[in-house]
Nanobody, 114 residues
């Protein structure tokens, strides 16, 4: 089990932005860098769904519902992944989770008001 710590969530108005971070503080660079990192979200009463993925070569995939609004990135030297979320919508309200090597963080709440 890998320790993952998310941060950056909060309350924002529709159209606003947030930047989420996910750090793996106990990993070393050589373990973090070669593996994929993903962000998921789970809204109340709904299943957890994939939001974005970034591979070791920095190629990315996005769910259709965030394309053009969210950007995933990573800084391997800091063992951190970021999710930049722009033009947020009330439908983006959820707990956002980081996933790495089959481990999950504790999640960070994102609430978008209309």
């Amino acid at each position: 089990q890998v320790l993952l710590v998310e941060s950056g969530g909060g309350l924002v108005q529709a159209g606003g932005s947030l930047r989420l971070s996910c750090v793996a503080p106990r990993l070393i660079f050589s373990v973090f860098a070669p593996k994929d990192v993903a962000w998921y979200r789970q809204a109340p009463g709904k299943q957890r769904e994939l939001v974005a993925l970034i591979r070791s070569d920095h190629t990315t995939n996005y769910a259709d519902f965030v394309k053009g609004r969210f950007t995933i990135s990573r800084n391997n030297s800091r063992k951190t992944s970021y999710l930049q979320m722009n033009n947020l919508e009330p439908e983006d309200t959820a707990v956002y989770y980081c996933n790495f090597d089959q481990s999950w963080g504790q999640g960070t709440q994102v609430t978008v008001s209309s």
